[in-house]
């Protein structure tokens, strides 16, 4: 199975700040990677697709890049509704795992 | 509206059995594949196992494989994930979600807890 890392496990940031979030693949899965938010006690929510591509819905301040092995979600200008627990999966190859989240919490 | 609903869990010994299942309206489900993903208390999410839309192909996470079966019926729209020899790191809220691998679609959860 694809192993996925992401760093950090938890962040600090202010309302209006801008954040990156770093997910790692253990072997290449070109731009197959995608990002959720996950609320408590609700279900995740896709937020990314294929690296770079948005959801419909989603605001613009949620941006990926990366290839290969290495993938970052940004967002842009927090707000209050943006503190959660992200996540990366990968969907490259069956099982298609996630990393084991980023808590975004308000500093 | 995509609604997908399980049902099925509970509480069960260490070593016993369980079956979830997961009813999908609103999508083509013969067309989708599907997937199973649970959640520990507190913890991060756990892709655990996927089926494709004919049933033909299923994969399991290294730390379920030959414990758990997922399978479907695509004439009643249901999914399925059996548990056998179930074990107190199982105790997790289990999700169905679709279609596969981009899970857009999610269910409520059901909880399973794993203790004697």
């Known amino acids: 199975d694809i192993q996925m890392t992401q760093s950090p496990s938890s962040l600090s940031a202010s309302v209006g700040d801008r954040v990156t979030i770093i997910c790692r693949a253990s072997?290449?899965?070109?731009?197959?990677l995608n990002w959720y938010q996950q609320k408590p006690g609700r279900a995740p929510k896709l937020l990314i697709y294929?690296?770079?591509i948005l959801q419909s819905g989603v605001p613009s301040k949620f941006s990926g890049s990366g290839s290969g092995t290495d993938f970052t979600l940004t967002i842009s200008s927090l707000q209050p509704e943006d503190f959660a627990t992200y996540y990366c999966?990968?969907?490259?190859?069956?099982?298609?795992?996630f990393g084991q989240g980023t808590k975004l919490e308000i500093k | 509206e995509v609604q997908l609903v399980e049902s099925g869990g509970g509480l069960v010994q260490p070593g016993g059995s369980l079956r979830l299942s997961c009813t999908v309206s609103?999508?083509?489900?013969?067309?989708?594949?599907m997937n199973w993903v649970r959640q520990a208390p507190g913890k991060g999410l756990e892709y655990i196992s996927y089926?494709?839309?004919?049933?033909?192909?299923?994969s399991y996470a290294d730390s379920v494989k030959g414990r758990f079966t997922v399978s479907r019926d695509n004439a009643k729209n249901l999914l399925y994930l059996q548990m056998n020899s179930l074990r107190d790191e199982d105790t997790a809220v289990y999700y169905c979600?679709?279609?596969?691998?981009?899970?857009?679609?999610w269910g409520q959860g059901t909880l399973v807890t794993v203790s004697s």
């Open positions: 979600a679709s279609p596969g691998p981009l899970l857009t679609s």
């Open positions: 609103g999508l083509p489900f013969s067309g989708n594949s």
């Open positions: 089926i494709s839309s004919g049933g033909t192909t299923a």
């Open positions: 072997q290449s899965i070109t731009k197959y």
């Open positions: 294929s690296t770079s």
């Open positions: 999966q990968q969907s490259s190859s069956a099982p298609y795992t």
